[in-house]
């Protein structure tokens, strides 16, 4: 069994930073892409970044110049450092990854969500 676990939303004024955290544990033999996906209130989920497993990073044009993805290939983590951020970035962020788990059969995981709330 494959699991993804975020941490780190909160509440932060415009113009703050948060930094959330994805670990990927269980039974994986690889980690492949990861990325961020969030979802605001009413609309739909939207990818925000992504990052392959030889650390090249593709953002969503919103988010180009401040939110930077990262990953610990050896601790299976992934990282979304936003800055500056706004109220148009309130939403419930998602960890994706796509895991070759002990099966060998590739498949696209989700965390349970972690919720980034920005005040005016």
């Known amino acids: 069994q494959v699991q993804l676990v975020e941490s780190g939303g909160g509440l932060v004024q415009a113009g703050g930073s948060l930094r959330l955290s994805c670990e990927a544990s269980?039974?994986?033999?690889?980690?492949?892409?990861m990325g961020w996906y969030r979802q605001a209130p009413g609309k739909q989920r939207e990818w925000v970044a992504s990052?392959?497993?030889?650390?090249?990073?593709n953002y969503a044009d919103p988010v180009k110049g401040r939110f930077t993805i990262s990953r610990d290939n050896v601790k299976n983590m992934v990282y979304l450092q936003m800055n500056s951020l706004k109220p148009e970035d309130t939403a419930v962020y998602y960890c994706?990854?796509?895991?070759?788990?002990?099966?060998?059969?590739?498949?696209?995981?989700w965390g349970q969500g972690t919720q980034v709330t920005v005040s005016s």
């Open positions: 994706n990854a796509r895991i070759m788990a002990t099966d060998l059969v590739i498949r696209d995981y």
């Open positions: 990052i392959t497993k030889g650390l090249s990073t």
């Open positions: 269980g039974s994986i033999t690889s980690l492949n892409a």
